[in-house]
């Protein structure tokens, strides 16, 4: 990169309503783990109908009955992938800041 800029690179996947995975994608570099939170924070972005940095900020806000859900991430970087006005399933990026990784969900969900 030129000047120095910091690459980064993400992993994604989209599942469907019911939390299947239909693709999922590491690029090169990117650890097991950031694909592993991908696809929990696409889980929860579909079941919940709302993306997951709206969860993690009820948890900043003193929410904590979320916590007690298990299998849910409550880390922002996912979108529901909604079909007019239906979850049909949601797009989870992992691998830069949560605001980065929402912004990229969303790109790819309004495609």
Not at 27 to 48: H, I, Q
């Amino acid at each position: 990169r030129a000047g120095g800029e910091k690459k980064t690179d993400f992993a994604f996947v989209v599942d469907n309503r019911e939390g299947r995975v239909i693709l999922s994608h590491r690029m090169d570099g990117v650890s097991f783990v950031n694909l592993a939170l991908a696809e929990k924070k696409a889980v929860t972005a579909a079941a919940a109908g709302v993306p997951t940095s709206v969860l993690e900020q009820a948890v900043d806000s003193g929410k904590a009955s979320l916590l007690s859900v298990p299998e849910i991430s409550l880390v922002g970087g996912a979108v529901p992938l909604m079909l007019g006005a239906r979850i049909v399933g949601g797009v989870g990026i992992s691998g830069g800041s949560t605001t980065d990784d929402e912004k990229i969900a969303s790109a790819g969900a309004d495609r």
